[in-house]
Every structure is written in structure tokens, then in C-alpha cells.
């Protein structure tokens, strides 16, 4: 450990110290209970160890506020796939439900499947999903969504271009 | 690391290739220039393998599921997260609910309490659900089969019956017929209503006037004296047996509504931004968590001013 990571560390955990406290009770009043709050609490400071920034901040509460409202809307993101995944094996034929293990790896994979998607504007994403999951040829998806075949084939590129680069950032992650 | 500019440009040109290529009308001169561009340089060929990387990921789920798991969630998240709504002036809708805690019939036959939702097995092999605070009676004899439904919302899925007993759901608004089938039975102080989800059902409103025929995809008030029209209903009628409610461009007062009633205390809407318009998935078994979701998406304020006294108001706008 060098001499910056041990002062480093120090920081960090002087932060931990004063300031998890009132973070944990901010999360509880936000998810409702203890135990995710607990789990966020350590995420927040986790994140703040992982970004090496803990030597440069001026004002801590604020901060850290705003890590822990990114990682509260993360894991609102995962509940609500996840209950719009359960909706839609719900609607599937019993005949075809996968077993829990299955279910388990999908949803896993429908996560990851989100994240690329993240930030993708509403008609770009509407355009890839009637595409790739829906299976729809760009003619079918004009129609349905009355624009020109030159706008799906455009969304789409630039749908597949995000997801790409997005792809290469979590694998670089 | 970050990408070199001629890897950047590839991957964009690959993108547009991909696109080109899934149209599914794409000509044989495409797909030729397509195999030209591909072989011009070794940045190409990379560009494109992470292009099929991309869609191997996307195919590691069946579109069957993906898609409107992915739907759904671009639903909720555009009009919960990303804070896109309508507001419309106020109209007068203050106090949303006041639960007092006098259970009806504490003595029923099958009941749930406020926020518990149960399943249970009768005696022919039919299937209750009670959805939260409601209760029942089971009056089964020679002649028929009997649920009084005195409070709540119920959902039945008959089984067939040896004797051919027909099946019956009996509210001081009227009876419910059922005719081989799965619906919804909810009764209100004042009306009842019925939702078919699979056949159909006949109701007879109390006054006895003549049997109302209710097909699949059918809704029905009534009440003791008459009965509205049969309308279509909608997508989100019985998700609470999945454990969610469904909105869809709902007046955020209605939305509370339901949610409060799987909570106890008082849920109240500041009239301003009672005819808001919501969409999403709401759980019902963790009603703080539909209300965070509504604090963070459509920048509401919710004010817990104890776990049972609850008000909901737009956030205060900083300048």
C-alpha cells in the first residue's frame, strides 16, 4: 500500500464514520427497509473507495446523497424488470415456463440486455426492440409505427452503435 | 482505455452495416458491398465481430419474454423515472381514503387483512384468491355452490363439477353466475363490479331484473337496482394476483387510491396533481416502494408524517 492509498483509505474511512449514520436512515425513509438500505449504504461507500476521489470532497453529504440516489434508481430499475419480466412469463403458456434456475439466468440477462439500453431515446429503443425481440422486418415496423423506412433503418444503426459502445464500456468497467 | 478514432468510425459503420443488413429486405448488392467493406481492413472485421457480439447478448433471451419485459420496463420508466407527465389544473379530490379499522366480518369463512393477499383451494377443487381486505363465506350444499362475498375483490377459477352444481357469487348487489370460468368479483358500498377473464359469466342484480351476459375481456358495474353497460376491460384487471397494480395513463388520485388500499392509515393526494397522469408497475406488497418510485420518477413529494399518515405533493420547484 502506498503512502496515497493508505491516506486514501483514511479518508474514506473518516467519511464512513461520520457520515453512514445519516445515510442509512436517508435510504431506509426512501426503500422502506433495513436491510437494502444497509446494502446501499455499503454500495455508496464502496463506490467512493472505487473512485479515489475521497481526498477531494468538499462537501460530503450532497456527494454522497448523490451516489446513493444513483444506486436507489439502479436498484428500482432491477425491481420493476423484474416484475415486468414476471409479468411476461406470466402471459407465456405454462407448457413453456422455464424452471426457476432458467428464470433466474434470464433475468440476470435481461439486466444486462437493459443496461445496454440505457439512454437510448424512447422511438430509437422502440424501433430495436420490435426488431430483435420482436422479429419485425423494418416494412412491418414502418407501418406500425408510421415513419419512413429510411427512420427505422436509421434508428436502428444508431440503436445498435449505443449499444455497442456500451457494451465495450461494461466490459471495460 | 478508450477506442482509437478509426475503431470509433468502424463501429459506427458497422452499426449502420447491421442495420442495413436486418431490414429484412436487404438486396444481394448490399451484402456484397457489405463483404467488400468487411475485408478492407482489420478494424472492419473487429468492429463487426462486436457488432454480432452485441446481438448475441440481445438473443440470449427469448423475444418472447424480452420484449415486453423491455416494453413494460420502458413504460413505467419513461412516465415513473424519467419524469414525464402531464399536469392538468386541479379538481377537488382531497381525501383519497380513511381506513378505519372495523372489519366488517371478522368471523368469515376465509378473510385477508389489509395488505395480504391469499390463495385458497374449496372443497370441488375450484380456486379462491382474496386480494387485500376482503372476506368470504363458502356455502356449499346439494343444489349449488355458494360464495357470499361480503367485503373486498375476489378472483375464482372454477373447476367442474361431478353433480353440476352451478356456481354462484352472491353480493348485496346482486349474484354472479358463473358459466366455467375465471373472473373477478368486487364489491364496493355502493356498486359491485365483475371482470371476466376467461368465458363468461351472467349477473343478476338484486332487484332481479334480467341476466346480463359478461364475456372474456368484459367488465360490468352494478348495482342493486341496475347495471352499467358491458365495457371492454384492460390489461391491468387481476394483476394484484401477480402482486402488482397496472397503470396506464391513470390519474394519479386513482393510483393512490388503489395502492392505499393495500395499506393501512391515510394516503392523501394534494388535489394540484390529483389528475396526473401515471403509468407503470406498482408493487402491491411494498406500497413504500411504489411511493418512492413516484417520489423519484415524477419528482413528488411524499411526506410521511408517521409510518400511517402519508400525503403526497408536488415537489417544491427551486430556481
Known amino acids: 500500500m502506498s503512502a496515497n492509498d493508505a491516506s486514501l483509505h483514511t479518508a474514506v474511512n473518516d467519511l464512513y464514520c461520520e457520515h453512514h449514520g445519516w445515510l442509512n436512515r436517508w435510504l431506509r425513509q426512501r426503500l ?66 422455464p424452471s426457476p434456475e432458467e428464470q433466474a439466468i434470464m433475468l440476470q440477462a435481461l439486466v444486462e440486455i437493459d443496461r445496454l439500453l440505457q439512454g437510448l431515446g424512447p422511438k430509437v429503443k422502440q424501433v430495436l426492440i420490435l426488431s430483435q425481440f420482436d422479429g419485425l422486418s423494418y416494412p412491418q415496423i414502418a407501418a ?22 456500451m457494451q465495450i464500456q461494461m466490459q471495460l468497467a | 482505455m478508450s477506442l482509437t478514432l478509426a475503431e470509433r468510425q468502424a463501429i459506427s459503420a458497422a452499426a449502420r452495416w447491421y442495420a442495413a443488413l436486418q431490414s429484412g429486405v436487404a438486396t444481394d448488392a448490399e451484402r456484397a458491398a457489405w463483404n467488400a467493406w468487411l475485408v478492407a481492413d482489420p478494424v472492419h472485421l473487429q ?38 407527465m402531464i399536469l392538468v389544473p386541479a379538481a377537488s379530490l382531497g381525501w383519497l ?21 391469499r390463495q385458497f383451494q ?4 375450484s380456486s379462491l384468491w382474496l386480494n387485500t381486505d376482503s372476506a368470504v363465506n363458502v356455502r356449499y350444499d346439494g343444489s349449488q355452490r355458494l360464495l357470499d362475498l361480503l367485503q373486498g375483490e375476489i378472483l375464482i377459477s372454477t373447476a367442474p363439477d361431478a ?22 368479483v368486487r364489491t364496493h358500498e355502493q356498486n359491485a363490479e365483475v371482470a371476466v377473464i376467461e368465458k363468461a359469466v ?76 401515471v403509468s407503470g408497475a406498482f408493487p402491491v406488497d411494498d406500497t413504500d416502494l411504489a411511493l418512492t418510485a413516484l417520489e423519484s420518477g415524477l419528482s413528488l413529494r411524499v411526506t410521511r408524517f408517521s409510518r400511517y399518515w402519508v400525503h403526497v405533493s408536488a415537489a417544491a420547484v427551486s430556481h
Not at chain 1, 406500425?144 to 459502445?165: D, F, P, T
Not at chain 2, 352444481?165 to 373472473?183: C, Q, S, Y
Open chain 1, 32 to 97: 422502506g427497509n433495513a436491510f437494502d438500505a444497509a446494502d446501499l449504504t455499503q454500495d455508496t461507500f464502496v463506490r467512493v473507495l472505487k473512485a479515489r476521489s475521497a481526498l477531494e470532497i468538499r462537501e460530503p453529504r450532497p456527494y454522497l446523497s448523490r451516489i446513493a440516489n444513483g444506486l436507489l434508481i439502479d436498484l428500482f430499475r432491477r425491481r420493476s424488470l423484474e416484475q415486468s419480466y414476471l409479468q411476461a412469463l406470466a402471459a407465456m403458456p405454462e407448457a413453456l415456463q
Open chain 1, 144 to 165: 406500425q409505427l408510421g415513419i419512413s423506412l429510411r427512420s427505422v433503418n436509421k434508428h436502428m444503426a444508431k440503436a445498435m452503435e449505443h449499444c455497442c459502445l
Open chain 2, 47 to 84: 468492429a463487426w465481430q462486436r457488432m454480432t457480439a452485441v446481438a448475441e447478448q440481445m438473443a440470449s433471451v427469448p423475444g418472447a419474454v424480452a420484449a415486453p419485459a423491455l416494453r413494460g420496463l420502458e413504460r413505467s420508466r419513461r412516465q415513473v423515472l424519467r419524469s414525464v
Open chain 2, 97 to 117: 381514503s380513511w381506513r378505519s379499522d372495523t372489519p366488517q366480518q371478522l368471523f368469515a369463512d376465509f378473510r385477508t387483512t389489509v395488505g395480504e393477499r
Open chain 2, 122 to 125: 374449496l372443497a370441488d377443487g
Open chain 2, 163 to 184: 353433480a353440476q352444481r352451478p356456481f354462484k357469487i352472491h353480493t348485496r348487489h346482486g349474484e354472479v353466475l358463473a358459466l366455467g370460468t375465471r373472473f373477478i
Open chain 2, 202 to 277: 351472467e349477473v343478476r342484480t338484486a332487484s332481479a331484473g334480467a341476466a346480463i351476459r359478461v364475456e372474456a375481456g368484459q367488465r360490468l358495474d352494478f348495482n342493486k337496482r341496475s347495471s352499467g353497460a358491458v365495457q371492454r376491460s384492460d390489461a391491468s384487471v387481476g394483476a394484484w394476483q401477480q402482486g402488482s397494480i397496472i397503470a396506464v395513463e391513470r390519474p394519479l388520485a386513482e393510483l393512490l387510491a388503489d395502492l392505499s388500499r393495500y395499506r393501512r392509515g391515510v394516503l392523501r393526494c394534494d388535489p394540484q396533481i390529483a389528475r396526473m397522469k
